[in-house]
């Protein structure tokens, strides 16, 4: 029997073993990590006949001792698809497979939703699910956020969760890059601004790697008010497009927008009304836009679109308003990892705000997100590993408001709390434009801590 090894203990390795273990395939999971909670992990999974090594980095002499029957070896999206190793691997003639094409395999004959962008992907994979299972259809979420696709195939595959009448996938770049087979249904791209330029090289290859999932896609939906989308428009022979700006943007004709009366409609008739869905801010108007033309083309009515998007409780991370503190209205905005996701936030919150920023910065144009603190934002605390580089930053764009700064999220907050008395701020948001690998393991580790630290000062109503 061929061999299989797992490179990562992660949530996309951890997916990938169940589900080669449920197809009944030999494998083995390499872990370059070794302390007592991936020793825990590992004892779990050799309970379930899948056995871990701890301590074997991605080098090729870890694979040394495994090359008999060596057949293949499957990654996660945190592994770049060119690293050295991998590349060495496959010169031997050893297939190099990624989670998200494993799963794929697994799961094409069910139709798939993708849905890629640099922001916005999250709050439309999130909408859409719902949206379809409050009209009654199966429309499980999953990919880049949630459950691993792999970890879905398992639970589809042992009859955990019912089949599926839709599955609805948030893909990152990384993911599409390393699974080119991947061609859903139905495509959505929201938005394209620069990310990820570090594993990617340059903003053409990250935009050709998610225009290819879009053109692998039976039906392309996107969001016409997207600067870098639109200048590619004349690029596409096919695909919906929407506008929250009219059915003209820039002159270019929209099969589906929000008009002067706030009716979302297309170019026959009215839908319903806009204010469906409540989330504040124009990229949600946008998101309800995409999501409403994927409906439709799954086959619901304008009237289950509409009684669905009203029960929508929004997205945990992403503007999640928590309450209020001394009158001010609390978002956690953890899920704005770049400084566009931040700039989006501030736009969609009152002002004046105070602002909680930092983490591990990333490359990218600061330029719109500085000006939406110039315009709305009272005081500036910035925590973490990029406080000083953010700090910088604002004062050299000629921030005229409070800067504060300090070493980690609680004594963030703790400012806060002053700051928002202390200039009767209308608004306390916490969105880093920033990652959060500098002192947690992923965004939502960090929106949790933050909304921790919070709830004990909020207003009792």
Known sequence: MTRTIVVGLGRSGLGAARLLKQQNRDLVVFERGDNEALQHTSKSLAEEGIQVVLGQPLTLQSFDAWRDNLDAVVIGPGIPWDHPTLVQLRSEGIQVRSEMDLAWHALQQIPWIGITGTNGKTTVTHLLSHVLEASGLTAPMGGNMGLSAAELACQIGSGATPRPDWLVMELSSYQIEAAPAVAPKIGIWTTLTPDHLERHGSLEAYRAIKRGLLERSACALFNADDPDLRQQRSSWNRGTW?????????????????????????????????????????????????????????????????????????VPHRLEQLGTLAGASVFNDSKATNYDAAEVGLRAVQGPVVVLAGGQTKQGDASGWLEQLQTKACSLILFGAGADELASLAKTAGYPGELLQCPELESAVNLAETAVQRHQASSLLLSPACASFDQYRDFEARGDHFRTLITPLLDVD
């Open 242 to 314: 929407v506008s929250s700006e009219g059915p003209r943007p820039d002159n270019q004709p929209a099969d589906l927008w929000i008009d002067d009366e706030g009716m979302v409609r297309n170019t026959t008739t009215r839908l319903f009304a806009a204010d469906a869905l409540v989330m504040p801010g124009r990229h949600n108007r946008q998101n309800l836009l995409l999501v409403t033309a994927a409906a439709l083309e799954v086959g619901l009515s304008p009237q289950q679109i509409a009684d669905a998007l009203r029960t929508f409780p929004g």
